[in-house]
Every structure is written in C-alpha cells, then in structure tokens.
T-cell receptor, first 113, second 116 residues
C-alpha cells in the first residue's frame, strides 16, 4: 500500500495525558499537512511541512500542540495535557508539491475522557 | 478571506436518480484551485477532482461531472444515475495559489444518501 498511513487509528486517553500520533506520507511527497475534523464539520488546517521544515501553523494549534517531521519523511503530532475539546479526528495529508491535490490518510480518532 | 459554502446539509435520492451537490466559494485571489473530496462511512477522504481558476471547462468522469462557473463563484458536482456506493459525505474545498501553505479550506460537507 503506497497511500498515506496514520497510527494509531484510535486513541482514548484521560484528560491531562500526553498523546502522540504518527503519519507516514506518500514517498516523494515533499509537503505534509495536519488537519483536524470534528463531527459534522470539514477538516480544518493545523500545520504543514515542506520537507523537514514546519512553515506555517494555524491559530488552532495551541502551544500544547507540537509537530515534527525529522528528515522530511514521517511526521508526528503531539498533544500535551489533553483537554476534552481536543477530541476529534486528526488527519494527515501529503502532496507532491504546492497547490497539487492532497491525499489523506485514514485519520486518528482521539477521544479524551 | 476564503470561504466555502455547501448549503445542502443532507440529500437523499433514490438509486438511479441524478443529484447535484452545490458549492459556492469566496476568495480575493485571482489564482486558486477548487477540489471535491468524498468521505465514505469508513472515514478516509478520497480525492475526486482538482480544477484551477483559469480552466472553466466542465469536466466529466464516468458518472461524475463538474460545472465550474466563475461568474457565480460556484463549482457544482453532479452524479448521474446514482448508486448506493455513492452514499457518503462530499466536501468542496478551496486552495489559494499564493506562496505559503496552500492548505485546503473545506466547506461543511453534504451528506448524500442513496436509497436502493
């Protein structure tokens, strides 16, 4: 399978705990995006990487969120001190270059209890 | 500011009927891209089409067709002879071509149910 993959698919955590998600983009795609989707809404942009550089962050990305893409390959998204409002589907997408179509992974569904 | 409006929250049709999903967008840029994605019950967003703002030709792909009208800022999607497998949430999205994130701005989606 050469699509975008994400792990884990589901994560249940208690409020205050830290969680980390992983995204493996399509190889040779230099752009990687993170989005968040809540029930009944379209995905909302969080941040993106061009190769290993994180170039833009949405105001939705509070300082409890951090993302990395070491070596320009896979990416991780960490949420510290989770809150119930963080419960959502976290989607990763990659594209060959800017303005090209983005291919999405299956997402990680986070539930904070 | 960018905005995508999908006024139809839910649509139900009987199998083999045609259905059109509406999308209206707002942007101040002259160069932009429009997209449609399908999100079936499994949850994974599936890319359907990408159009740039300079190409207003309608496009047809099998049972799917898209009508882009710059004059009304609309990019509507028609499914001909709908099938049960078409049941999904469909999202319209906009991306601006200015240097930067070029991230997708999504509408709120239209849930299509095709009744057998």
């Amino acid at each position: 399978d050469t699509g975008v993959s994400q792990n884990p698919r589901h994560k249940i955590t208690k409020r205050g705990q830290n969680v980390t998600f992983r995204c493996d983009p399509i190889s040779e795609h230099n752009r990687l995006y993170w989005y968040r989707q809540t029930l009944g809404q379209g995905p909302e942009f969080l941040t993106y990487f061009q190769n290993e550089a994180q170039l833009e962050k949405s105001r939705l990305l509070s300082d409890r969120f951090s993302a990395e893409r070491p070596k320009g390959s896979f990416s991780t998204l960490e949420i510290q001190r989770t809150e119930q409002g963080d419960s959502a589907m976290y989607l990763c997408a990659s594209s060959f270059r800017e303005t090209y179509e983005q291919y999405f992974g299956p997402g990680t569904r986070l539930t904070v209890t | 500011a960018q905005k995508v409006t999908q006024a139809q929250t839910e649509i139900s049709v009987v199998e083999k009927e045609d259905v059109t999903l509406d999308c209206v967008y707002e942007t101040r840029d002259t160069t932009y891209y429009l997209f449609w994605y399908k999100q079936p019950p499994s949850g994974e967003l599936v890319f359907l089409i990408r159009r740039n703002s300079f190409d207003e030709q309608n496009e047809i792909s099998g049972r799917y067709s898209w009508n882009f009208q710059k004059s009304t800022s609309s990019f509507n999607f028609t499914i001909t002879a709908s099938q049960v497998v078409d049941s999904a949430v469909y999202f319209c999205a906009l991306s601006e071509a200015v240097p930067g994130a070029n991230n997708l701005f999504f509408g709120t989606g239209t849930r299509l149910t095709v009744i057998p």
